[in-house]
């Protein structure tokens, strides 16, 4: 199981209440992103962009991500791993990210 914590709430959670916001639907952990819950590749695109938006991020490899888009454990699985793994990285573009939403509101 690949639950982390992020300042006290599941990360794992969160990312599955996305899942469930983007594809509009019940959602179980076994289903598959494109079979069971018909995702097509426009939501997949919000979907990633949300987790981007969510965790400050910019995704670098699509490709990989494409291997473990099977199922929603799959997916939320490796993007718990990608987030955790790149933490220190993910730190420094969330405050050049904060950065310049201050500077493009002035």
Request: hydrophobic content about 40%; some cysteine.
């Amino acid at each position: 199981v690949c639950l982390l914590v992020r300042q006290g709430h599941y990360m794992h959670e969160e990312i599955v209440g996305i899942i469930r916001e983007v594809c509009g639907k019940d959602i179980d952990e076994d289903m598959s992103l494109f079979g069971d819950l018909q995702m097509d590749s426009v939501e997949m695109i919000e979907l990633v962009l949300r987790i981007e938006e969510k965790y400050l991020f910019d995704f670098e490899s699509y490709d990989e991500l494409m291997n473990h888009m099977d199922t929603v454990k799959d997916f939320v699985c490796y993007m718990e791993e990608y987030i955790t793994k790149n933490k220190g990285n993910l730190l420094g573009r969330s405050r050049e990210v904060e950065e310049l939403k201050k500077i493009m509101l002035l």
